[in-house]
């Protein structure tokens, strides 16, 4: 059974920063693109960021481009997001997200993605 486990989510102010974790399990982890959604309250969830297999490409939306990191560690089958220079209009559920597929899955609402976590709040007051 796969399961994805995010962590790191909470209330932080505009301008600080958050570390997004997911750990993942029953799946090859090192055979996935890994990835971040988010879905802010009354709008529909959206691509956040990507990265390949072994780490080497990642792919943001424009809107986190500069202020978020994706990496993993194959070794520990987790995830990480950091998330600096938090503005409002960042408060959203963020998923973490697995699919086979690099670019394909990874757009959009997401609807073709393999596997999904249950989702961690970050909340960013001004």
């Known amino acids: 059974q796969v399961q994805l486990v995010e962590s790191g989510g909470g209330l932080v102010q505009a301008g600080g920063s958050l570390r997004l974790s997911c750990a993942a399990s029953?799946?090859?982890?090192?055979?996935?693109?890994m990835g971040w959604f988010r879905q802010a309250p009354g709008k529909a969830r959206e691509f956040v960021v990507v990265?390949?297999?072994?780490?080497?490409?990642?792919y943001y939306a424009d809107s986190v481009k500069g202020r978020f990191t994706i990496s993993r560690d194959n070794a520990k089958n987790t995830v990480y997001l950091q998330m600096n220079s938090l503005k409002p209009e960042d408060t959203a559920v963020y998923y973490c997200?697995?699919?086979?597929?690099?670019?394909?899955?990874?757009?959009?609402?997401?609807?073709?993605?393999?596997?999904w976590g249950k989702g961690t709040l970050v909340t960013v007051s001004s």
């Open positions: 997200a697995a699919d086979q597929s690099l670019r394909r899955a990874f757009s959009g609402e997401g609807s073709g993605i393999d596997h």
């Open positions: 029953g799946l090859p982890f090192s055979s996935y693109a």
């Open positions: 990265i390949s297999w072994s780490g080497a490409n990642t």
